[in-house]
Structure formats: structure tokens, C-alpha cells
């Protein structure tokens, strides 16, 4: 039978606490907060009351309910006044050693049946546990910050907490009006271990001047949907902050991808801690600011110098030639759609058919507008009739012999000055210029599936590509509406090199039998707000797919890290490739 839970205590009443004893007075129980002192308390007791404030300003609550709600909390300045308590939640600051003493004095305080949970984000319950005569009742209630608003609260056993009292917490958080996930004792727990090795990836990226740090944000938001970018993200945590997980990570995993990112210690060292001190990745009005004002540092390639293009071929017919075949069409482009057969060319432009009126069927296009595009679209079936055109986009199959032989070929027909381009997502964009005789023509178009939907483009320059081809490109992608991000030649570019070694790693979780794959994605959509959690997003992927992308990832950067996890690797092995075969991670 789950415990009885009445009266809660929350130790600790700064940003978290303060968040964490509203959410529990909403929901009709009664709270114990305390504090170091009476000027703590008051602070805190005055972070519940603006908040509260807002929600009535919002309309979320009525004045009699604040009050109601105001009157569940009576705050004190000892640890004593949480002797008649039935739970205990600690949200002090994130130091091993004041956890373990507070959680020493709780011990003798309170019932011996009291649960003690911790709302740390990345220090071990293990060793704050062993602190007390119960460490079978001590469990991480880990909430996401501002806890009045974030559903997801991270429920930490270590190896000696008690299955019932699992259970409980479990259902407690539930009773919230949380959504609970359930995981073993590691740092960083489910969503900042996968989360803050995705970031330190991104701060490298940018140490390394790969990328500019518009370009790796608006890579992750127009490229996968996120919300935020990651450097974005990483000065709104505050810098200082994601040093600390991280620390706390590589310390218990040895992984070199949780080492701390030099450029992290020297901005920290600098006082650029991100939104709170008015500067990190980039610059504010002022501190705690939201609003980014202008700097000197540039973002991606501009179009001065680019060539005229009028004319475009696209090669191949799979989903991602007819999607960019379409994009181009309904842009104004004249485009010639180059298929091995005419009887593959026919299929191809009936599938372009099919994708404009589904767009006017939803209202996106006019019928007018789709009529025009699909007759700007001509399918040929040898290579010289693409003699004249402006630029090539090549979208064959990921294989770098055939894409080689392609380029060799286009080589041989296309006229001197037109820029050729791949959207490989992964294979070397130089192995492709070195096909041809005019490697200063050459470079990487990454489109996304679907390419008529997604605004993001990957420009990508190997260490031939002239600038004026550059130039082109990014002129072709803003008269496309799409979104270009310049990086170098390397295996991933931008977003599949910060996307995979994430996914590798939540199948790694899976894996050690850390927690579920169910609640891993309900972390990382719930507290991180992403629109796909990592299984579900693979199993839509490929799981072929993202074995081969990792692989590539791992022979380029020989990081043990990034070693493909022997899981995914079964699992392909078996068939179970994803939705496409109706077996993935999951059943369909």
C-alpha cells in the first residue's frame, strides 16, 4: 500500500525550492519550507510570492486561491521544524559535502520511516545516502527548472533503495500532476547525461571555428526542430553551471566527450557565464537579459561574387532528388531531372506530382503555382542533357564509389564555371571533387528529408571549393527560402555529428539497463522539450541508417565515444531496422 504523504519538507528555498514547495502547495499539500536564515527565507518566500503573483496575473489562479495556496507554506530556520513531515525534498546548492550534512541532521530528526529525496542534477545519491541510518529510503527527485511550468521529474534508486519506496515517489510525482521517469544512480542522470554531452560537443565544434555559433544554433533548430541551439542553451543554463555537470559526469564516466571543453574554463575564468552576467556564447543587453544585441562575429558565407543560375539539374530519384527537384521547381528554377531509365524518370515526376497536390489539397500551394512548378521540371535520361545547366545537385544513394562515378561523369558534359554539388549527409565531399578536373567547382548541398518542408541547407566547402562557388550557394538557398549553415568537409558536417553521437549514447543507457527506453524519451521530450524522443527518433531514422552514420563518425574521429553501440548494432544484425520494417526499438 503506497504511503501516506500529507506534509512535505523542502530544504532549501532559492530558485528550485521555491518552485518545488508551490508545486506541492498547489496540489493541496501542506509544505515545511527552511532555510540557512530568516534573510534566506524571506528571499524565497518572496520568489513563491512573485510567482504566484504572475499566475494571477496570468489568470492561472484566482486571490482566493494564491492565498490558499500561500497558506499551505510556513517556512522556518531549522531542520527541526521538519520533525512531523512525511517526505523530505532537498534543493540546496550543488555541493557533495552540505547535502551529505544536511542529510545527516535530517536523520535524527525526523520519523524513521521519512523518504529523503534530493532534487540534485547530477551529484551521486549513492554517496549522499550512505550519509544516513536509511539509505534504503533515500531516492533523487531530480524537478527541471522552473518547476512550477517543466512535467518532468527524474525519480534516482541507487543499488539499496527500497522497490516500495521507488513506487511510492513514482506515485507521488504522478500525484503532482508530473510526469515521473525512473533510472539508476550516474551523472547527469537520463536528460543532462545525454543533453550535456550534446553541448560540450557543440562548444568543441565551435572552439575548433568549424562552425560560427549562429550557424551550430540554427543548424539544431531549423535541422532538427529543437527549440533552442545549443550554445544558446548552454548561456542559459550559465556556463558555470554546465562545467559543473559536466566535471561531475567525467569524473564518474572517464568519457573524454564529458571533459569539459577548455574554451568553457576560459569564458567561465573571463566572467562570461552567459545570460545571468550579460555575456557567454553571445552578448546581452544587460544581465539576465534575453534580448542578444549585435557583435562583430559573422555568420555564414555571404553571396557576393556568386554566379547566375537559372538552369538546375538534379540527379537521381529517390525521395531526397524529387524533394529538392520540387523546391527548385517552385522557386522559379528551370530544372532537368536526370533518371538511369525513362521509366524511373516517369515514376520520379510522378512523384513530384503527387507531393504538389498533396500541397494544394492542405492549402499550402495554389493550383496555378503547383501547374507552373511541375512544368518547370523536364526528366532526361543521359547525362549531356545536362550540358548547360547552372548548377547540379547529385542525390543518388550514400555510396561514394557511385557518387564518384556521377561526379566523373558530369565532369566530362557540364559546362566550365557551373557548380556541382552533393547532399551527402555524411560521406566526404572532397572524395567527390576529386572525381572531377574542377575540384574549385565542388561542394556539399545537405538538404533534409523532406526537402520541400525543412528550411535548413548545409553548405559545406571542402578545402578546394572556391569562393564564388560558396557564394552561389548561398544565394541558390536564400532564393530557395531556405536557411544556410557554412562548415567544413568532415564526416557529419553540423547537425549528424551532434545528432548521433546523442542517439549512441541514450542506446548506450538502454543498454547498461539504466532505465527505459520509454522513459529515456520521455525525458528528453518532457524536460528538454524536444520534439522526438531518442528511440522514437531513431526507429523513424533507420536504425541501418544510424549504425552506418555512426560508423562513419567513429572512422573519422576515432573516438572511443563514438564507437556505435553494440545494441544498435544486434538489432540492424536482426532486421529490426525501425518503422520501415515495423520493428525497431519498439513494435509497430
Known amino acids: 500500500m503506497a504511503r501516506e504523504i500529507s506534509t512535505v519538507g523542502v530544504v532549501g528555498l532559492g530558485t528550485m525550492g521555491a518552485g518545488i514547495a508551490e508545486v506541492l502547495a498547489r496540489s493541496g499539500l501542506d509544505v ?3 532555510e540557512l536564515d530568516d534573510a534566506g527565507l524571506e528571499r524565497g518566500l518572496g520568489h513563491l510570492r512573485h510567482s504566484t503573483e504572475r499566475a494571477l496575473t496570468g489568470g492561472k489562479l484566482d486571490e482566493a486561491g494564491r492565498a490558499e495556496l500561500l497558506g499551505r507554506i510556513r517556512g522556518g530556520t531549522s531542520l527541526s521544524a521538519l520533525s512531523e513531515v512525511d517526505l523530505v525534498i532537498e534543493a540546496i546548492p550543488e555541493s557533495l559535502q552540505a547535502k551529505a550534512a544536511v542529510f545527516a541532521e535530517l536523520d535524527e530528526v525526523t520519523r524513521p520511516d521519512v523518504v529523503f529525496a534530493s532534487n540534485t542534477s547530477a551529484l551521486s545519491i549513492t554517496e549522499i545516502g550512505v550519509h544516513t541510518a536509511r539509505p534504503g529510503k533515500v ?7 522552473p518547476a512550477p511550468v517543466l512535467e518532468l521529474v527524474e525519480v534516482v534508486r541507487t543499488v539499496v533503495t527500497e522497490a516500495e519506496v521507488v513506487d511510492d515517489v513514482v506515485a507521488f510525482a504522478r500525484r503532482l500532476g508530473k510526469a515521473p521517469v525512473v533510472m539508476g544512480d550516474r551523472a547527469g542522470f537520463i536528460a543532462n ?30 535541422g532538427c526542430g529543437y527549440p533552442m541551439g545549443p550554445l544558446a542553451l548552454l548561456d542559459l543554463i550559465g556556463l558555470d553551471t554546465a562545467y559543473e555537470i559536466l566535471d561531475t559526469m567525467y569524473h564518474q564516466s572517464r568519457n573524454r566527450l564529458h571533459s569539459p571543453a577548455p574554451l568553457l574554463k576560459q569564458m567561465i575564468t573571463a566572467g562570461q557565464l552567459g545570460r545571468k552576467s550579460g555575456r557567454g556564447f553571445y552578448a546581452y543587453a544587460e544581465p539576465d537579459s534575453p534580448v542578444v544585441v549585435d557583435s562583430t562575429e559573422s555568420s555564414t558565407v555571404d553571396s557576393a561574387g556568386a554566379r547566375a543560375v537559372r538552369t538546375v539539374g538534379v540527379v537521381g530519384t529517390g525521395t531526397m532528388a524529387t524533394g ?17 531509365s525513362r521509366e524511373k524518370a516517369a515514376a520520379a515526376v510522378a512523384k513530384v506530382r503527387k507531393s504538389l497536390d498533396r500541397a494544394v ?8 503555382d503547383a501547374e507552373r512548378a511541375f512544368d518547370r521540371i523536364r526528366p532526361v535520361t543521359a547525362f549531356a542533357d545536362l550540358a548547360g545547366v547552372d548548377l547540379v545537385v547529385e542525390a543518388v544513394a550514400e555510396d561514394l564509389s557511385v557518387k564518384r562515378e556521377v561526379f566523373a561523369a558530369l565532369d566530362e558534359v557540364v559546362r566550365p564555371g557551373a557548380v556541382l554539388a552533393t547532399t551527402t549527409s555524411s560521406l566526404p565531399v572532397i572524395a567527390c571533387a576529386a572525381a572531377t578536373s574542377r575540384p574549385e567547382d565542388v561542394l556539399g548541398l545537405h538538404f533534409f528529408n523532406p526537402a520541400p518542408v525543412m528550411k535548413l541547407v548545409e553548405v559545406v566547402d571542402t578545402i578546394a571549393t572556391a569562393p564564388q562557388a560558396a557564394a552561389t550557394a548561398n544565394a541558390v538557398c536564400a532564393a530557395l527560402g531556405k536557411h544556410p549553415v557554412r562548415c567544413g568537409d568532415r ?11 546523442y542517439l549512441n549514447d541514450a542506446v548506450k543507457m538502454l543498454e547498461a539497463h539504466y532505465a527505459s527506453a520509454e522513459d529515456i524519451d520521455t525525458a528528453m521530450k518532457v524536460g528538454c522539450r524536444l520534439p522526438m524522443g531518442p528511440f522514437g527518433l ?3 531514422v533507420g536504425l541501418d541508417v544510424a549504425l552506418a552514420i555512426q560508423r562513419t563518425l567513429f572512422d573519422e574521429f576515432r573516438e572511443e565515444g563514438f564507437a556505435p553501440a553494440p545494441l544498435l548494432e544486434h538489432l540492424v544484425t536482426a532486421g529490426r531496422l525501425g518503422r520501415k520494417t515495423g520493428k525497431g526499438f519498439r513494435d509497430y
Open 32 to 34: 515545511v519550507a527552511v
Open 139 to 145: 531516492v533523487g527527485m531530480h524537478f527541471f527548472n
Open 193 to 222: 547525461a545525454l543533453l550535456f554531452g550534446y553541448l560540450n560537443h557543440a562548444v568543441r565544434m565551435y572552439e575548433q571555428r568549424y562552425a560560427t555559433r549562429e550557424d551550430l544554433d540554427a543548424a539544431m533548430r531549423y
Open 324 to 340: 529538392i527537384a520540387e523546391v527548385f521547381a517552385k522557386s522559379g528554377f528551370d530544372v532537368l531531372l536526370r533518371a538511369r
Open 361 to 368: 489539397s492542405k492549402g499550402r500551394l495554389s493550383e496555378v
Open 491 to 501: 564526416a557529419g558536417f553540423i547537425v549528424n555529428a551532434l545528432l548521433f553521437p
Open 538 to 540: 531513431l526507429d523513424v
